[in-house]
């Protein structure tokens, strides 16, 4: 059987590959983007990398399932708030994630997050003012994770997207996130799918796929005596869409008491662009906070992203 | 019957001065001897008045009960004249009177019919000849125009005052003649003198009342406690007697002077006055004190408008036959013995011994006092349709009947003076004044020494008008009738006149001749005829078949004033011996003028001038396809004849139609009412014996031209909300005709703008931000067009840039002020850039971005132009 599920699950990733091949959208014709931003600081100041982090499993629930056996911790539970693209169009964001580490061998996350956005002036088609909206998204999802073999663990995330863009005009949209994950030693490695799931209808009816990719992720930890250590992210999307999209993060950390992070994403085509990020966090008692900041050229919308949160592991 | 007849057509001439009538001629001449003449334009068109006899009638009724007198015209055998004349309708003048119905047919007012037929069928006199010549008809007449006899005062309320003249015209429930025919009397003897005095026993007259002060005397309180009040029966009351004449205000009275000279004088001799705690209830005082304080202090007329109240029926006929007795019959005995004499006896007023008048009651019972006190002048109440009012007392104790009035329909009340006012009134109270006023007239006419009050009495009975004696309320109060009651002298026949004839026709003039005993001869009858022996010792009041005859009023014309008249429809280029006798208005004919010798002419045709500027015959008038001319036609018959004009337009073009204003004929030609072409109307007159002449009017419609663009309109920015502008159409578009354009315009949001054309300017007013597309199209009278089309941008000033429409389903609109390239960016809500594109764009050019193949989803545009970076929130659905 868990021969079957591995043969299943490369099944199902191959033809993620396979597909953009057949399949390439414009800019744009992906629904529901914000489904992959990066929302807790430690992933934030990192580039948006995370997908086999392991020391900030409480937001599994928004990425990989199946991350929770190998986390350090037995529950992490975790809280941020993030000021989205506040130099041109700010979107509040609040958002929350929790992860249970079932004796190293089950996982189990739930995460939700909500977002306020700027208000906007309704117009007709004269150009005659009409009033103003507010839209808003959210999202909430649950995670189960399984290690079957003791160097392989099976996650998947199954997410509600919800977008209200005007009064009375609400898009809904189930996504899902699928992981095979291995750690070996200090190496981790994961492979799946991101945001697969249903598509969203137009007014005019046209069907628009989600924001999905076949993702990779590794990483690297590394122990310098005993007060010192490094962590090291590497993810690659590869998108349905057929944008392909990377981003590799580090985090040093002293004394597991402080630590300060660093990555880079480059976006290319995909519906999240390329920028740099820094950040920090300190632990004390199981409790961490963590800040991350985005820097971005002068024309990016993500200029002056920042992500503040606070979280507590044990 | 008669009589009123007369006083209606007395009333016309005034004003007309001369006019034909048969109204005034003896009852005895048939209608075949006596057709009448005269010109139709005096007459109301196409209606006669006809009298049937009761055979007919009965036959009549019977097919109006079938279906209609007209449609179902079998019994009475009329068929064939109805069909010949076209007749309309047939219907009583006086309606089924309901209760009354019995004695309205005991009068014979049920066999009278007024026949309405199509104008163009007959003359009214040809008309009225046909119904004349039937078995059964007796009295078939044209219906003569009424003037209103009010030119002779000039107070605004007395077209109002029926109950003193009465043309019917106030509505179908007043009959014309039912007043008390006053105006000649106005016109030909007095409208009331100071010397008379009239003692109003009543409620306090309202002594500042605008239309009474000037005619108020004095006045005396026989209230316990209270001095003369201005009371609102009381002031009716003196206001029908003496209301002020010919002061541009309110109303007028019966002896209220003529403006210049005053009228009779008022004295209130006050014996009711309103109870305060209960104004429904009068407080009464001494009314034989008051009656014997009148003939103590002047009056020589004692007006009573107020009778005993009795607790039952029999009460008062017990009273009634017991008679008067107590105070108030001495003081009446006291007032008739003594009034306008002196304490010795002398006469020193203008009458010797005084009259009371008495209102006869309200309670429609034979009985009443003390009016029917034999002493008195007892008055019962008529209403506007020479019917005995519902509430009158009645019997032969009745002396006259005056107009009381019915206030249960509209004006059928006497309208007269209130406190601080005018109102309508009815009751024998509002009937009794009629007479006072009359005799104050009549006093004030004949009085003087030796002038008694016998005399008055019976010239004011004796002149009554007795035709209606089936209302049990006396003979009807005549004014006219009074005052030349017992004429027997015939006027000074005429001693010299002229006579020329006019085609067919002979006009004769003369001067008016005096009347011994009635000033002036009332009317002239004119005849005519070819056999000389005809007109030897001629009964005037049943002339041969051979004479023709017409009627003058001498109206308000004075003896010596020079008068004239005409003999109509004569034969052509006959010998006629002709002549004028004067009657008075007792019907007293003076002898025949000597006969002179005329003979009549040719008849001419009519003749038709076309007066229109530019015009000559022959040539063509031109007409732009737009234009509407009218074309005035003077079609005149120098022989006095009826002309009938026939026109044949030649197009659709032209219409016409007699202009009453002018007298004119009137040819309009409407230019696009017909193809563009030559064509020829002609205008042919006919006189009434068949002359005839022609004119053609030849006119060209121009072929139209079309209105053409000479300047497109730009499109337009307004700047804040409430901007106006205004766009001369004459710049743009022209008309080579010179028409008028109509202009349609239309906005594609009205909500945006608001065009008002006005002429040849469009005002625009900006009423929301926004644009609107406008199209002008400017049509000639025969729809031919051109369009102009523009935009109109309303912008507002604070926002230079603006994407449309937000949300978006499909195409975004981003538009700015001034045209500059302009680089714009569309970012999905995770920071895609999604569109990027640097293109012109101004606000009547914006760009224009698809956005279909987006999903739906929150998205950022940044916009920069002019080296300014805007950027805002769009959603794409």
Not at chain 1, 189 to 200: F, M
Not at chain 2, 491 to 518: G, H, L, Q, Y
Not at chain 2, 571 to 586: Q, R, S
Request: charged share 20%.
């Amino acid at each position: 059987m868990k021969r079957d599920i591995v043969r299943v699950f490369i099944s199902v990733v191959c033809a993620g590959f396979m597909f953009p091949a057949a399949v390439s959208a414009a800019p744009g014709s992906e629904a529901m983007p914000f489904a992959r931003i990066a929302r807790d600081p430690v992933s934030a100041a990192m580039g948006g990398t995370g997908v086999v982090s392991t020391s900030a499993s409480a937001y599994a629930s928004f990425r990989n399932a199946a991350a929770i056996p190998y986390a350090k911790n037995t529950l992490d539970v975790a809280a941020a708030y993030m000021n989205w693209q506040p130099s041109v169009s700010p979107v509040q964001d609040i958002s929350a994630g929790a992860a249970w580490n079932i004796a190293g061998k089950f996982g189990i996350a739930a995460g939700f997050s909500y977002g306020a956005c700027e208000k906007y002036d309704i117009m007709d088609a004269s150009g005659k003012a009409a009033g103003s909206f507010s839209p808003s998204q959210v999202q909430a999802g649950l995670g189960l994770a399984w290690k079957f073999l003791p160097f392989l663990s099976l996650g998947a995330n199954v997410k509600y997207l919800g977008n209200t863009l005007a009064e009375g005009q609400s898009y809904g949209a189930v996504a899902s996130d699928v992981f095979l994950m291995t750690k070996v030693a200090g190496l981790k490695a994961a492979v799946g799918v991101s945001s697969l799931g249903s598509k969203v209808k137009s007014a005019s009816g046209a069907g628009f796929s989600l924001p999905a990719s076949a993702t990779l992720g590794l990483g690297y930890g590394l122990k310098a005596g005993k007060r010192h250590g490094v962590d090291i992210l590497v993810d690659a999307d590869y998108y349905f869409s057929g944008a392909f999209a990377a981003a590799v993060g580090a985090s040093y950390t002293y004394n597991d008491l402080v630590s300060v992070r660093a990555g880079y994403r480059y976006g290319g085509e995909s519906v999240i662009p390329s920028f740099a990020s820094v950040g920090a966090g300190v632990k004390f008692f199981g409790v961490h906070i963590d800040v991350a900041y985005i820097i971005a050229t002068g024309g990016s919308p993500l200029r002056n992203t920042f992500s503040v949160g606070a979280g507590f592991s044990f | 019957m008669k009589r009123s007849s007369l006083s209606i057509i007395s009333i016309i001439t005034a004003i007309l001065v001369s006019s034909c009538s048969r109204e005034g001629l003896p009852e005895q001449q048939s209608k075949e001897e006596a057709p009448v003449q005269g010109k139709e334009e005096i007459f109301e068109q196409g209606v006669i008045e006809v009298k049937f006899d009761d055979t007919l009638t009965e036959k009549i009724e019977a097919d109006l009960k079938a279906g209609g007198a007209v449609t179902k015209a079998t019994s009475s055998g009329l068929f064939d004249l109805y069909s010949s004349m076209g007749i309309i309708s047939m219907e009583r003048i006086f309606p089924y009177a309901g209760k009354f119905e019995p004695r309205t047919r005991e009068a014979g007012l049920h066999r009278w019919y007024r026949v309405v037929y199509e104008p163009s069928a007959a003359t009214v006199t040809k008309a009225a000849d046909s119904f004349a010549g039937l078995p059964g008809v007796e009295y078939a007449e044209p219906v003569r125009k009424k003037k209103l006899a009010a030119a002779i005062f000039n107070d605004p309320d007395f077209h109002n005052q029926w109950h003193y003249y009465n043309d019917g015209s106030l509505s179908s429930r007043h009959s014309a003649g039912a007043d008390i025919n006053v105006v000649p009397v106005w016109e030909n003897y007095t409208t009331g003198n100071p010397d008379v005095i009239v003692s109003v026993v009543d409620g306090g007259i309202d002594r500042n009342h605008e239309d009474i002060k000037a005619n108020y005397y004095t006045g005396q309180s026989f209230v316990k406690g209270y001095g003369v009040e201005a009371h609102g029966h009381g002031t009716h009351v003196a206001g029908t007697i003496a209301a002020v004449n010919n002061n541009g205000i309110g109303v007028c009275g019966i002896a209220g002077g003529n403006g210049k000279d005053k009228g009779v004088r008022l004295m209130s001799c006050q014996i009711f006055v309103t109870n305060p705690d209960n104004p429904s209830k009068d407080i009464g005082g001494s009314s034989s004190e008051a009656i014997k304080w009148g003939a103590d202090n002047g009056a020589v007329i004692s007006q009573n408008s107020w009778g005993y109240s009795y607790e039952t029926e029999a009460d008062a006929k017990k009273a009634h036959e017991q008679g008067l007795s107590g105070p108030d019959k001495d003081a009446i005995d006291y007032f008739i013995k003594n009034a306008g004499l002196d304490e010795n006896g002398n006469q020193v007023g203008p009458m010797a011994g005084g009259v009371v008048i008495f209102a006869a009651g309200n309670d429609n019972l034979p009985y009443g006092l003390p009016a029917s006190y034999e002493p008195v002048i007892a008055v019962g109440s008529m209403t506007s349709q020479f019917t005995r009012a519902p509430y009158s007392n009645y019997g032969n104790w009745v002396d006259i009947a005056a107009p009381g009035g019915d206030t249960s329909y509209g004006q059928g009340g006497v309208l007269s003076t209130v406190p601080g006012g005018y109102d309508w009134y009815q009751g024998t109270s509002m009937a009794c004044p009629h007479v006072s006023g009359v005799a104050a007239l009549i006093v004030s006419y004949f009085g003087g020494p030796g002038f008694t009050n016998e005399q008055l009495k019976e010239k004011l009975l004796g002149g009554a008008r007795n035709e209606f004696s089936s209302m049990r309320i006396g003979p009807v109060m005549d004014a006219y009738g009074a005052f030349t009651y017992g004429g027997t002298i015939a006027p000074e026949p005429v001693t010299s006149f002229s006579a020329e004839a006019v085609s067919n026709n002979i006009d004769m003039t003369w001067t008016v001749t005096r009347d011994d005993d009635d000033r002036k001869a009332f009317g002239y009858i004119l005849v005519a005829t070819q056999n000389r022996t005809s007109l030897e010792d001629i009964n005037f009041r049943r002339l041969p078949s051979d004479v023709v005859s017409q009627t003058v009023l001498v109206g308000d014309l004075n003896v010596g004033d020079e008068i004239s008249g005409r003999i109509t429809d004569l034969d052509f280029e006959e010998t006629y011996y002709v002549g004028i006798a004067a009657y008075d208005y007792n019907q007293n004919y003076s002898e025949l003028s000597a006969v002179r010798t005329v003979r009549t002419l040719s008849n001419n045709p009519p003749e038709i001038t076309v007066e229109y500027d530019g015009y000559e015959p022959g040539n063509v008038l031109q007409i732009k396809s737009f234009e509407t001319v009218r074309i005035p036609v003077n079609v005149a018959d120098r022989d006095g004849h009826d002309v009938s004009i026939n026109l044949t337009p030649g197009s659709d073009a032209v219409k016409g139609a007699a202009d009453p204003s002018s007298g004119k004929y009137v040819l309009t030609i409407t230019g696009n009412a017909a193809d563009p072409g030559t064509y020829t109307a002609t205008l042919t007159a006919t006189d009434s014996y068949g002359a005839a002449v022609s004119e053609d009017i030849n006119y060209e419609i121009l072929p139209n031209r079309a209105p053409v663009i000479i300047k497109e309109l730009e499109n337009m920015i307004f700047t804040y909300i409430g901007e106006k502008t205004a766009i001369d159409m004459s710049a743009y578009i022209h008309d080579p005709d010179g028409e008028h354009l109509k202009f349609d315009i239309y906005i594609s949001d009205r909500n945006v703008l608001h065009i008002n054309p006005s002429g040849n300017t469009l005002h625009m007013t900006a009423l929301n931000y926004g644009n609107s597309d406008v199209t002008i199209t400017a049509s000639d009278s025969r729809n031919e067009s051109c369009t102009l089309a523009f935009s109109v941008l309303i912008k507002d000033p604070s926002s230079s840039l603006e994407l449309y429409p937000n949300p978006v389903t499909d195409y975004l609109n981003v538009r700015t002020g001034e045209e500059m390239e302009t680089r714009i960016v569309v970012m999905s809500a995770s920071g895609q850039t999604v569109y990027d594109k640097t293109a012109p764009v101004s606000a009547f050019s914006p760009a224009k971005i698809d956005m279909t193949a987006c999903a739906p989803g929150r998205y950022s545009v940044k916009v920069s132009y002019g080296g300014n970076e805007y950027i805002r929130s769009i959603v794409k659905l």
